[in-house]
DNA sequence: CTTATGACTATGA
DNA sequence: TTCATAGCCATAA
C-alpha cells in the first residue's frame, strides 16, 4: 500500500499548503522525497482535478515566483487575484514575494 | 522496444 | 538583470 503513484503524494503535499501561502515545484518535488521530479510536480497539477479535488495548484508556483504562463486556470492574472485573494503578497514585477509567503513543512 | 514531450531547475552568456 | 540551453525522469504514442 502507500503506492498510491507519484501525482497522488503530490496531491497529499499540495493540499497541506495553507492559504496565503506558496510553493514551489521542486519544493513539493523535495517534500515527496524526489526533487528531481519538479517538472513531473506540475504535469500532476495539470492532471489534478483542481480545488475540486481539494488540490490548490494555484499555490504551486516557480523557484522565481513565477507563475505559470498559459496553463493557469484562465491566465497568471487569475491566478494571481487567487493568491492575492487568500493573502499571497506579489512584487512589483508580478511574482510572489517568496521571503513571505513560502511555505515550509513544520510552519 | 524507442522517441517525443513537459505548469522545472540550474547554469552560462 | 534577462534569455538560452542542458539535464532531469515519468507518461504517452
Keep these: 500500500m502507500e503506492r498510491e503513484g ?3 503524494r503530490v496531491y497529499g503535499m499540495v493540499r497541506q499548503v495553507p492559504a496565503g501561502r506558496v510553493v514551489s515545484y521542486g519544493q513539493v518535488a523535495t517534500l515527496v ?4 521530479k519538479a517538472r513531473f510536480v506540475g504535469f ?3 492532471a ?4 475540486a479535488g481539494g488540490v490548490p495548484c494555484h499555490r504551486v508556483v ?5 507563475l505559470a504562463p498559459g496553463f493557469a486556470f484562465g491566465g497568471p492574472d487569475v491566478q494571481r487575484r487567487m493568491l492575492e485573494d487568500e493573502g499571497v ?3 512589483e514585477d508580478g511574482r510572489v514575494d517568496m521571503k513571505r509567503c513560502a511555505w515550509e513543512v513544520g510552519l
Design 62 to 66: 516557480f523557484k522565481d515566483g513565477s
Design 48 to 51: 489534478s482535478p483542481g480545488m
Design 33 to 36: 522525497g524526489e526533487p528531481r
Design 44 to 46: 500532476a497539477m495539470h
Design 6 to 8: 507519484f501525482f497522488d
Design 89 to 91: 503578497v506579489f512584487c
